[in-house]
Nanobody
């Protein structure tokens, strides 16, 4: 089992920045990819960014050039630096971990952290 704990959400004005953190514990040797998803009210869950153990990174088009995903292996932590935030970035952000990269999310989820961007 893998446990994921997110932190760093909050309320910010448009144009501001936030950094989300996701610390993994447990059977972390089984993790190959770490993902950040988000879900806004009334909308489908969306993959925001992912990073693999080999360093491959992907972003949703809607966040490219504004968000940066990174990892600190010594701390078993993945970060999502969010800059130039927009009201449409408002959502619950979830950390997700899995053993393979694919269409579907990994098996493990964090509890979610709320990000609210005011206009």
């Amino acid at each position: 089992q893998v446990q994921l704990v997110e932190s760093g959400g909050g309320l910010v004005q448009a144009g501001g920045s936030l950094r989300l953190s996701c610390e993994a514990s447990g059977s972390i040797f089984s993790i190959y990819v770490m993902n950040w998803y988000r879900q806004a009210p009334g909308k489908q869950r969306e993959l925001v960014a992912r990073i693999t153990n080999s360093g491959r990174i992907n972003y949703a088009d809607s966040v490219k050039d504004r968000f940066t995903i990174s990892r600190d292996n010594a701390k078993n932590t993945v970060y999502l630096q969010m800059n130039s935030l927009k009201p449409e970035d408002t959502a619950v952000y979830y950390c997700n971990a899995g053993s393979t990269v694919g269409v579907y999310p990994g098996a493990y989820w964090g509890q979610g952290t709320q990000v609210t961007v005011s206009s």
